[in-house]
């Protein structure tokens, strides 16, 4: 099995994010690969750059993009967290239905 797209990690992200208080990348990183049943040489395959693993790369991807969403928030370097408001900013609705107040 090849290495999923980052989407594919975003639910299980997640829910290991609320599994726990505070989670860390690199613990994410570890669980995921468990997680979506990868082989030992998928979790070893490299970027083309060979900088980082596929797995680290998808995986700080989908956290990137969940924080942005509003959906994790990161309380210190390497680590992140639900975020604790359940509703995305007023300022966030108002900008998708045009209203640039």
Same mark, same amino acid.
Do not use: G, W, Y
């Given at each position: 099995? /090849? %290495?999923?797209?980052?989407?594919?990690? !975003?639910?299980?992200?997640?829910e290991a994010? $609320? =599994? +726990?208080?505070?989670c860390t990348?690199?613990? /994410? %990183?570890?669980?995921?690969?468990?997680? !979506?049943?990868?082989?030992?040489?998928?979790? $070893? =395959? +490299?970027?083309?750059?060979n900088?980082?693993?596929k797995v680290y790369s998808r995986v700080t991807w989908a956290i990137t993009y969940l924080t942005k969403?509003?959906?994790l928030v990161k309380p210190s370097r390497g680590c992140f967290q639900i975020a604790l408001s359940k509703t995305p900013e007023p300022s966030l609705i108002e900008a998708r239905r045009g209203r640039h107040d």
């Open positions: 099995m /090849a %290495v999923p797209k980052f989407t594919a990690f !975003m639910k299980p992200i997640l994010a $609320a =599994e +726990r208080p505070t990348i690199a613990d /994410a %990183v570890t669980l995921m690969a468990d997680r !979506m049943n990868l082989s030992e040489e998928d979790k $070893a =395959e +490299r970027l083309p750059s900088v980082q693993t969403s509003k959906l």
